[in-house]
């Protein structure tokens, strides 16, 4: 937290744990932001069980090959956290948060991603941290595996959003204004994308967009994506 008494303090939450356990999403690595009293990076939640019960939806499988990670809320890419190469989270993998940093100039969490990926990359760590002055900076340290990757950086937002240059995102909320800029050492395409599932089964999420960007990680490669919301 930036602070206690007002409700205009910077909030940052992230977590790591797998999507084998009970009731889970594939959510390792996603995290909730807020600043100016907005929450600028979001989860939707839960779907009710027996919205997807009652339409025949096999919600209870938590295999890998399972229906359950089609519904848009459980899945990875409607997570504030990485998708790779278009695929789902290793179901079986584990987000350990390895470091936690509680200082006057640090403030946030480190958590290794490694096997959520491990088929498509060697190593991810993830470090989420609120600087002094209460900007969020996400660092994801990717090293590439045999092949090539597509790696999708992806939050979710009640922002209004546009794509102003190569490198930003512009978040408009409340009469509030944030940017969302990424350094990287290799190419980045920045996104916009919908939050309309793609099944009749899926809760509705008006007023919601993604934002984010691609970046291809070389095979064996090392690649440092720094991503800032200021």
Not at 9 to 22: E, M, N, Q, V
Not at 146 to 168: C, H, L, R, S, Y
Not at 183 to 193: D, G, L, R, T
């Amino acid at each position: 937290r930036g602070g206690w008494e007002s409700k205009d303090d910077t909030y940052l939450a992230i977590k790591g744990g797998t999507a084998s356990a009970p009731h889970a999403h594939m959510d390792a690595g996603t995290f909730v932001f807020e600043k100016y009293g907005v929450r600028w990076a979001m989860d939707f939640g839960a779907q009710n069980y027996y919205s997807l019960e009652s339409r025949g939806v096999d919600l209870w499988n938590g295999s890998q090959d399972s229906q359950r990670w089609d519904v848009f809320r459980y899945g990875n890419k409607c997570h504030n956290t990485l998708t790779v190469n278009g695929q789902r989270h290793n179901v079986k993998g584990f987000g350990e948060i390895t470091k936690t940093y509680e200082t006057k100039t640090k403030r946030g969490a480190e958590i290794d991603l490694t096997t959520i990926f491990q088929d498509y990359l060697a190593s991810a760590v993830r470090t989420a941290m609120v600087d002094l002055q209460d900007n969020l900076i996400i660092t994801d340290k990717l090293r590439g595996g045999k092949d090539d990757a597509m790696v999708t950086w992806t939050m979710v937002t009640p922002a209004e959003a546009k794509i102003v240059n190569d490198n930003t995102i512009e978040l408009t909320k409340d009469g509030r204004k944030l940017l969302l800029k990424v350094k990287s050492p290799a190419k980045v395409e920045m996104k916009i994308w919908t939050t309309e599932p793609d099944h009749d089964y899926d809760s509705p999420n008006p007023g919601t967009l993604r934002v984010g960007f691609e970046a291809k990680v070389k095979a064996n490669a090392n690649v440092t994506l720094v991503t800032t919301l200021q």
